[in-house]
């Protein structure tokens, strides 16, 4: 059922179906390195992962839906927040998290190819916020924790000092496409936290 393709890995399947999961995923992610978006066919996915057609078209119905499904896995995936034990050495392994993914030669052109289709695709544009949204709602508790131990003002958005640390590098990756480096990264944490810090982002009573 379309319904059903669209919400492919949201139940984890187990022995032989995620098996061949795990190959049709891999093989999106490769098909999507090479070719971006608008290059993604069913057909060679399916090809590629060694499956039937029928098989994959059936459960993912859709390029979006592989992509949907893909996004999902690598979220799951992802790193867990770091705990240094303070606000600063967080919000630095943060850009140093995103810094490693955007500059990972097959993460990073995922990324890219993701980010292009959101642009003129509403299905792939919905995976991608999941995917982002779930990764600065873990990193948030690091925000979160530091307002604790008052590191930070009561009050202060978690998800938006999490978004201010890595929103200048990839506007660096995207629009004006510089270098994404170590120094820019330690740059925009620190930014962001002394925006932090000085109240920017703590929410009115």
Known sequence: MEQESRLAGTVRPGGRTAKVRAAVLTATQDELVERGFHGLSMDQVAARAGVGKT???RRWGTPSGLVADLMNELADESSPHADTGTVEGDLRANALSVLQAVTDPRLGATFQAVIAAATCDEEAAKALRAFYGRRVEEWAKAVDRAVGRGEL???TDAKEVIRAVSAPLYY????TREPVTAEAAERSALRALAAA???AFAEEA
């Open 55 to 57: 098989t994959v078209y």
């Open 153 to 155: 003002p009561p009050g």
């Open 172 to 175: 660096r990756l995207l629009v």
């Open 197 to 199: 810090r000085a109240g």
